[in-house]
């Protein structure tokens, strides 16, 4: 149990969404009921699945009188959180996905940073671990994840400022508000009026990147985002039939995403986003250093070869307009370390292309900085390429 008297008696409402999760459901349920913070409500959201989900879920809200089960018709992703925060008339609440598993404080933890800071939103780290149904959860391993939470990008916890406000906002925050934080929904605690406040929804009409939508505008709306720095959450990776797999079908939802997400930041009225009056002229140059850095990892990790041929010609070709890469200098998207290496890499990878004609000019005038691209290095600095793939480094930050 919390350990502030303010939190003693606070509600908080889970959301957790669930399709096709027999073989995980059970676990990430039983962590909840694990919580030593106890008052919480959690709405399952079990949307069309066609194994036991619905059963497991039916099973937790007969014996446990916290959880209730709701089913809907395989709505999709985003409709089933919509779904869920229709339900919610907790203080805070929580958007969790049915496959991860949440460490016993977790609850305590978000709601004494919430109430202490009067934050409206509060973001914790967390490790993962690849879906194996059949090691039991001390036969894992649990990798940390760094760039889920970059801490170069947030102000020094150990500050005069950070002690007196331990709380940023996109107006104050030293790094780039894009960067710290991930475009994901289940790490965050919400403080409820203010998502009320602003409306936020899940777009429905998207196959993927709601979720980054979603969190981008709550963390640019926000005026105190508190940070919890410890791993809270084992998240589950590698499992067939996750959201994620449907980039495959739609692999150019994420430029709409984009889209979408630039026109929030240039239409922001006067008075939103911690009272700045020019939301875009300050955020413009982090946003699009996120969204390039966003795209190139969205082509690298394509499945399909012929597809991700296609946005490889596409970047070439000066498609993703929005990027505005020919109309600033190569040093202005060098926010993350590693870009300019990605970007020639994947030009250069394409016999079919000439790498030197594309939006950013010549690949040997590029600011490569410590991370040159293959085609690039010297004998040294392949060396030094071929060192970071064998530790396969999640993060250059």
């Known amino acids: 149990m919390s350990k502030n008297n303010n939190t003693q008696n606070v509600t908080v409402d889970l959301v957790i969404t669930a399709h096709d999760m027999q073989d995980c459901l059970d676990e990430c349920l039983a962590s909840l009921t694990n919580q030593t913070y106890g008052h919480f409500?959690?709405?399952i959201i079990e949307d069309g699945s066609l194994d036991d989900t619905a059963a497991i879920a039916q099973r937790f809200a007969q014996t446990d009188e916290r959880f209730s089960l709701f089913q809907t018709p395989g709505i999709g992703a985003a409709a089933a959180r919509n779904f869920g925060m229709d339900k919610v008339d907790a203080p805070y609440f929580m958007l969790l996905d049915g496959d991860d598993i949440f460490h016993p404080t977790m609850l305590e933890q978000l709601v004494d940073a919430a109430v202490s800071t009067e934050a409206d939103l509060v973001v914790c780290d967390m490790v993962q671990f690849v879906h194996d149904p059949t090691r039991a959860h001390e036969q894992r391993t649990y990798v940390a994840a760094p760039w889920s939470l970059k801490k170069s990008q947030l102000p020094d916890p150990s500050s005069a400022d950070w002690k007196v406000h331990p709380w940023v906002n996109w107006h104050t925050i030293p790094g780039n508000l894009f960067a710290a934080f991930m475009g994901w929904p289940w790490d965050k605690l919400y403080r409820s009026a203010f998502i009320r406040k602003h409306d936020l929804r899940f777009p429905e009409d998207l196959s993927n990147s709601e979720d980054m939508l979603f969190t981008y505008e709550a963390l640019v709306l926000a005026d105190r985002i508190a940070v919890v720095d410890d791993a809270l959450i084992d998240h589950r990776i590698e499992r067939t039939g996750s959201v994620s797999s449907s980039r495959?079908?739609?692999?150019?939802?994420?430029?709409?995403g984009l889209k979408r997400m630039r026109d929030f930041l240039q239409t922001l009225p006067s008075g939103e986003g911690n009272g700045a009056q020019n939301a875009w002229g300050a955020l413009r140059q982090p946003f699009l250093n996120w969204a390039f850095d966003w795209t190139l990892w969205n082509i690298e990790t394509l499945a399909d070869p012929a597809v991700q041929a296609q946005l490889i010609k596409m970047l070439h070709d000066d498609q993703f307009a929005l990027l505005e890469l020919r109309a600033h200098n190569p040093a202005y998207f060098t926010g993350y370390p590693r870009t300019m290496a990605r970007y020639a890499s994947l030009l250069d990878d394409q016999?079919?292309?000439?790498?030197?004609?594309g939006p950013l000019g010549?690949?040997?005038q590029l600011p490569y900085g410590s991370f040159k691209p293959w085609c690039q290095a010297n004998i040294v600095e392949k060396l030094a390429i071929k060192r970071r793939m064998r530790k396969n480094k999640p993060s250059e930050w």
């Open 248 to 256: 495959a079908r739609e692999p150019l939802a994420f430029y709409e």
């Open 351 to 357: 016999p079919d292309l000439d790498a030197n004609t």
């Open 362 to 364: 010549a690949l040997d």
């Open 41 to 43: 409500r959690g709405y």
